[in-house]
């Protein structure tokens, strides 16, 4: 594993948002969602594409805080623009499972 800097890690803006909305991507290569994340006044709503689709329901993720890498540049996912990364990790399966705060915080605050 490759050591970084602490302003390597700087460089990773991570931030909290809150779902407001999600659908199916059935178009999708890999079956998936599509999220609307607000990320609070800086920031507001950014889109991401999330294949999470073994744990989670369109529903059952509005309101649900996540973490997501907000400084990536804009991914075309099919016909969908991803502009933002929420973070996960895998489960023993290899599906991922959504990182988020264990209670609520202010939308767009910075992951340190």
Do not use: C
Request: glycine share 10%; no cysteine.
């Amino acid at each position: 594993m490759a050591e970084i800097t602490f302003d390597d890690f700087l460089a990773v803006d991570i931030r909290v948002g809150r779902v407001t909305r999600a659908e199916p991507y059935p178009e999708a290569r890999k079956p998936a969602i599509k999220l609307w994340v607000d990320f609070g006044a800086d920031l507001g709503e950014k889109k991401s594409s999330a294949q999470i689709t073994a744990h989670y329901t369109p529903e059952g993720l509005v309101g649900r805080q996540v973490l997501a890498v907000v400084n990536f540049p804009p991914r075309q996912i099919g016909k969908f623009v991803s502009e933002v990364l929420v973070l996960g990790l895998s489960d023993t399966e290899g599906e991922v499972v959504l990182i988020g705060p264990d209670m609520d915080v202010p939308e767009g605050g910075r992951l340190h």
